[in-house]
Every structure is written in structure tokens, then in C-alpha cells.
């Protein structure tokens, strides 16, 4: 079945560091991959997107490229601001007929940025 | 903002009572979704709606039930709860396949 792998967190940066959070995904159609991003105490926001390989998902200074021959969607960003700090989570929807649309998630990575 | 209401937000509630969350829209989506939320799993996906009365299990189903009788309606009941339901509820809807899903913003419940 469908699978994601993110990165083992906690992850602690100083503002202005440059940000790196893995992704590796398994599935068996041609998925679409998320990150999501949830700030404390609130719901998910979808980060950004991409739909078929070599896309680029960009917003808010956050990119991801899909990379369908590593099967990776690693987020990141040049400069981090404390206002990032949250948890991200990679995420991918199959484009199989029986799966609804449904989203798979990776386990989450809690992103701290200090000042 | 999606227009996605979930109530209760925030639930104590003792093992073995049934509870009812519910997941309100109002943007007329036909796809639902009741994920939950724990640490070291990311969210995991409950059940799924793909039309009025038309509904699905997830992966993690066991011990729930939904129900849908109206587009903007989304049930979620824990039967009889247990301390290992205590987590975070997300509901989601989607326009159609392949479209993004929005989340609502989370009920927290806690079965003592």
C-alpha cells in the first residue's frame, strides 16, 4: 500500500537558517504530493502541491520539487522565520479509482526556529 | 477559508459512553473524510464519505461509525469510547477527486 517517510524531528533552527525536511513516498499509481502545515493549536493549511514529476510546489518562501526517479518531495526553505515554527506534514493522494481521493500522511515533523 | 465547522471542539468524556462529533460545510463538496491525529502518526484516515449515504472504511475504522444523510453533514460516533480513542478529529472535504482537501480545524477528545 500506499506509504510516506518524513524525517525523525524535532527539528531546531536559528532564524535565517536554511530548512531541509525530507520526504520519501512508496505507491503504486502516480500520486499527488502535499505539505501540509499545522500551527499550534490549529487545523491543517495546505502548504503547497505538486501533481506529476518534476513540479514544483512553492509558497510563503517553502518549495518542494517532485522527484518521481528518487520518489521524494523534500520541503524547503532558504530562510526560516519564527513565525514558521510548526509541524509539517508530507502527504500524498493516489490517483487509483478506489482510493477516494483519500490522503496517506507521514508521521509529522515538529519544526522550533528561535530567534 | 474552507467552510468547515466541527463541534465539539474540545470533549471530556468517560469510557464506554457514545460520542457523536460532527463535521458541518458549507461549501457543498461531495467528498468527506474523519482523519485522527496522534503522535509518531501523522493522521490516519477513519472513515470517508463519497456522497449522501454513500460512505467507506478507513484504515483505522475499527470502533467507529459515521453516518451522511445530507451533503453537508458528516457524523463520526465512537460507540463506546475507549482511552485509546482519546486524539485529535479532523474532518476534510473535497470538490472531487483529485481536487485539494481541505481540514477542518479539530475536536479534541479525551476519554478518562
Known amino acids: 500500500g500506499d506509504s510516506v517517510t518524513q524525517m525523525e524531528g524535532p527539528v531546531t533552527l536559528s532564524e535565517e537558517a536554511c530548512l531541509t525536511i525530507?520526504?520519501?513516498?512508496?505507491?503504486?499509481?502516480?500520486?499527488?504530493l502535499f505539505w501540509y502545515v499545522q500551527y499550534p493549536g490549529e487545523g491543517l493549511q495546505l502548504l503547497l502541491k505538486?501533481?506529476?514529476?518534476?513540479d514544483k510546489g512553492s509558497n510563503k518562501g517553502f518549495e518542494a520539487t517532485y522527484r518521481k526517479e528518487t520518489t521524494s518531495f523534500h520541503l524547503e526553505k532558504g530562510s526560516v522565520q519564527v513565525s514558521d515554527s510548526a509541524v509539517y506534514f508530507c502527504?500524498?493522494?493516489?490517483?487509483?479509482?478506489?482510493?477516494?481521493?483519500?490522503?496517506?500522511f507521514g508521521q509529522g515533523t515538529i519544526l522550533t526556529v528561535h530567534p | 477559508d474552507a467552510g468547515i465547522t466541527q463541534s465539539p471542539r474540545h470533549k471530556v468524556t468517560e469510557t464506554g459512553t457514545p460520542v457523536t462529533l460532527r463535521c458541518h460545510q458549507t461549501?457543498?463538496?461531495?467528498?468527506m473524510y474523519w482523519y485522527r491525529q496522534d503522535p509518531g502518526h501523522g493522521l490516519r484516515l477513519i472513515h470517508y464519505?463519497?456522497?449522501?449515504?454513500?460512505?467507506d472504511k478507513g484504515e483505522v475504522s475499527d470502533g467507529y461509525s459515521v453516518s451522511r444523510s445530507k451533503t453537508e453533514d458528516f457524523l463520526l460516533t465512537l460507540e463506546s469510547a475507549t482511552s485509546s480513542q482519546t486524539s485529535v478529529y479532523f474532518c476534510?472535504?473535497?470538490?472531487?477527486?483529485?481536487?485539494?482537501?481541505?481540514f477542518g480545524e479539530g475536536s479534541w477528545l479525551t476519554v478518562v
Open positions: 476534510a472535504i473535497s470538490e472531487y477527486l483529485g481536487n485539494t482537501i481541505y
Open positions: 464519505s463519497y456522497g449522501v449515504k454513500d460512505t
Open positions: 502527504a500524498l493522494q493516489d490517483d487509483g479509482g478506489t482510493s477516494y481521493g483519500k490522503l496517506t
Open positions: 525530507n520526504c520519501t513516498y512508496t505507491a503504486t499509481g502516480y500520486p499527488s
Open positions: 505538486a501533481t506529476k514529476a518534476d
Open positions: 461549501e457543498n463538496h461531495r467528498y
